[in-house]
C-alpha cells in the first residue's frame, strides 16, 4: 500500500511534463506549408469563365519575398466575348484576391509582363498530372542546382510553340551574398512528367567556381 503514493507521484510527473513536452517544430519557411498550384486551381475553378474552365491559357506562380516557392498563383482563362478575351484569377492563401478581364499583366521574373494569348494555346487543366511541387522535385533531384542555397522560384505553366503538352518552366534563383542571382530554368512536362529542359548553372552563385 505504501507504493500507491509513489505511483502517483511518477504518474502526475509524467503527465506533467507531457503536457509541456515540445511538439513538432512547425515548418520552416521553404517550400512546406506553401500552397501548390493544383490546390489553388480548386480554388480558381470555381470563378472561370462560364463554359471555360477547361480552356486555360497559363498558371503562373509569381517568385515569394518569404518562401521558395509561390504564395500565390494567377490562372489565366480563355473568356469568349470578355474584354481582350481573357480573364484572370489571382488565389492567394486559399481565397481569389483577384480578378481581371483583358490586357494581362502576369507576375514573372518578379516584374508584371504583358502577355499575348490565342485560343489555340488553350488547355484542359483536368488533364494535368504534375503538381508545381512534383514538378520542382523532378528537377532537384537530378542534383543539378548543385551548392546553390536557392531563394525562390519563378512557375510559369502554358503551352510551349508546337508541344501538346503544357509545361511547367520554372526560373530557379539562389543566394549570392545576400542578393538573389539567376541560376537558370529548366521545363518539366506537366502530364508525363518528363524533363524537357535543364539549363542550371550553380556556378554563377557557389563561392570559388
Known amino acids: 500500500m505504501k507504493r500507491w503514493p509513489l505511483?502517483?507521484?511518477?504518474?502526475?510527473?509524467?503527465?506533467?511534463?507531457?503536457?509541456?513536452?515540445?511538439?513538432?517544430?512547425?515548418?520552416?519557411?521553404?517550400?512546406?506549408?506553401?500552397?501548390?498550384?493544383?490546390?489553388?486551381?480548386?480554388?480558381?475553378?470555381?470563378?472561370?469563365?462560364?463554359?471555360?474552365?477547361?480552356?486555360?491559357?497559363?498558371?503562373?506562380?509569381?517568385?515569394?519575398?518569404?518562401?521558395?516557392?509561390?504564395?500565390?498563383?494567377?490562372?489565366v482563362y480563355w473568356n469568349q466575348g470578355g474584354w481582350k478575351n481573357l480573364k484572370r484569377i489571382t488565389v492567394v492563401g486559399g481565397q481569389v484576391r483577384d480578378v481581371r478581364e483583358g490586357i494581362v499583366a502576369l507576375g514573372s521574373l518578379g516584374v508584371a509582363r504583358l502577355v499575348r494569348f490565342k485560343e489555340s494555346q488553350a488547355f484542359d487543366p483536368s488533364r494535368l498530372k504534375v503538381d508545381s511541387d512534383r514538378a520542382l522535385q523532378v528537377i532537384l533531384k537530378t542534383g543539378a542546382a548543385g551548392k546553390a542555397r536557392l531563394s525562390t522560384v519563378l512557375f510559369d505553366l502554358a503551352r510551349m510553340g508546337e508541344e501538346g503538352e503544357p509545361s511547367w518552366e520554372m526560373r530557379f534563383y539562389a543566394d549570392r551574398r545576400g542578393l538573389e542571382a539567376d541560376i537558370g530554368k529548366a521545363r518539366v512536362g506537366a502530364i508525363s512528367g518528363k524533363i524537357l529542359e535543364l539549363r542550371l548553372d550553380p556556378g554563377r552563385v557557389v563561392e570559388g567556381s
Open 7 to 75: 505511483l502517483i507521484a511518477v504518474y502526475a510527473f509524467s503527465a506533467f511534463s507531457f503536457c509541456f513536452a515540445k511538439g513538432p517544430e512547425p515548418p520552416t519557411r521553404g517550400r512546406q506549408g506553401q500552397p501548390t498550384a493544383f490546390s489553388a486551381l480548386a480554388v480558381a475553378q470555381q470563378y472561370a469563365p462560364e463554359g471555360s474552365q477547361a480552356k486555360m491559357l497559363a498558371i503562373v506562380g509569381p517568385r515569394s519575398k518569404t518562401s521558395l516557392t509561390p504564395t500565390s498563383w494567377e490562372f
